[in-house]
């Protein structure tokens, strides 16, 4: 989390000034939600999900809430996959 809250700092720690909610707390927040429910490992699915929760905190329609549910459910398919194959780590 240390890592997502540098990173979102960064973008605006130049101008010495901060539009807290739409320059941090969204980008934190779609960082740190994004990698607890999209593995981290499979970082196609991280960034995606980093950018769609990114876009439901700063647009929040229902098309953004849909995309995020999608690639929910694509990553839950995914660890199904995983586990079915009788796999405990993610990735091997």
């Known amino acids: 989390m240390r890592d997502i809250a540098r990173e979102a700092i960064a973008t605006f720690i130049d101008k010495g000034e901060v539009e807290f909610v739409h320059e941090f707390s969204i980008a934190f927040s779609a960082g740190s939600l994004a990698s607890i429910v999209f593995v981290d490992q499979d970082e196609d699915l991280l960034r ?43 990735p091997d």
């Open 48 to 90: 995606r999900g980093i950018a769609a929760v990114h876009r439901c905190g700063s647009e929040g329609t229902p098309d953004t809430f849909l995309d995020v549910a999608m690639l929910a459910a694509e990553a839950m398919a995914a660890w199904r996959r995983h586990r079915k194959a009788g796999r405990t780590c993610w």
